[in-house]
Nanobody
Framework: QVQLVESGGGLVQYGGSLRLSCAAS????????MAWDRQAPGKGRELVAH????????HYADSVKGRFTISRDNTKSTVYLQMNSLKPDDTAEYYC????????????WGQGTQVTVSS
């Protein structure tokens, strides 16, 4: 079955760094675009970054541009989110998302990993 397992979250101080990983299985990883979303308490889910299936194209939310980097290793079926210069506003549950539009819509989600940034 399809699985997306996030890891790497935790508690970090203001200005610190974390690297999130999402290990995928049960589907053809290299044919899916991947994304990281986050949801802070009391707020809606926010798209943080997404990357194309071949890793050649990535886009970021303005709030993380220049601080976060999304990458993927198709040989390991894993997507990463390197987070630097973390701020308390980055505190949220982070979710891994796999999606594909054609030949039909596919949309898979992980369980999430908590990131907490202390001031």
């Amino acid at each position: 079955q399809v699985q997306l397992v996030e890891s790497g979250g935790g508690l970090v101080q203001y200005g610190g760094s974390l690297r999130l990983s999402c290990a995928a299985s049960g589907f053809s990883f290299s044919t899916f675009s991947m994304a990281w979303d986050r949801q802070a308490p009391g707020k809606g889910r926010e798209l943080v970054a997404h990357i194309s299936s071949d890793g050649d194209s990535a886009h970021y939310a303005d709030s993380v541009k220049g601080r976060f980097t999304i990458s993927r290793d198709n040989t390991k079926s894993t997507v990463y989110l390197q987070m630097n210069s973390l701020k308390p506003d980055d505190t949220a549950e982070y979710y891994c998302n796999a999606y594909r539009i054609a030949p039909r819509w596919y949309d898979y989600w992980g369980q999430g990993t908590q990131v907490t940034v202390s001031s």
